[in-house]
């Protein structure tokens, strides 16, 4: 018999690890970076809704908003807003995951996700093929809820 606080702890316990607010700490990584950069995730049923605000590098802090849902157990997506359209998860396992970013079917930016495990930082180590030469990063996000 399951008692009302054994339950929610086991409920606790099955929560997703990249659930949450995480904020780019630029000292901590390198290679081509945002000025900013905010990952929002929130689990909604078996999905994972995701915004990605991006403040771009520059005198005019141009922002970019990249909005999708995807399985949280892994697979296609769909873009609600942003640059791409189109996108893919891969979870290999509760602590790392793999994104794709499509534009008409092609790959355009990939990243790689680990989360620590103290759960409190995750490293995402990608690239873009977007326009021209391929942008590579290193970058290391902090959890702030």
Known sequence: MFFPATIALLGLLAADPFV???????AKSTGTLPKEELVEIQERGKMLAVTVTIVLPGADDKTLRIR????????AGQVAEGPYNGVVLRRIDTKTMETVYLMDGKENRSMSVVIAKDGKSMI????????GEPVEWNMCFEKQR
């Open 124 to 131: 995402s180590n990608g690239r873009s093929l977007g326009s």
């Open 68 to 75: 999708y849902s995807a399985p949280a157990a892994g697979g």
């Open 20 to 26: 949450g607010t995480w904020k780019l700490e630029r």
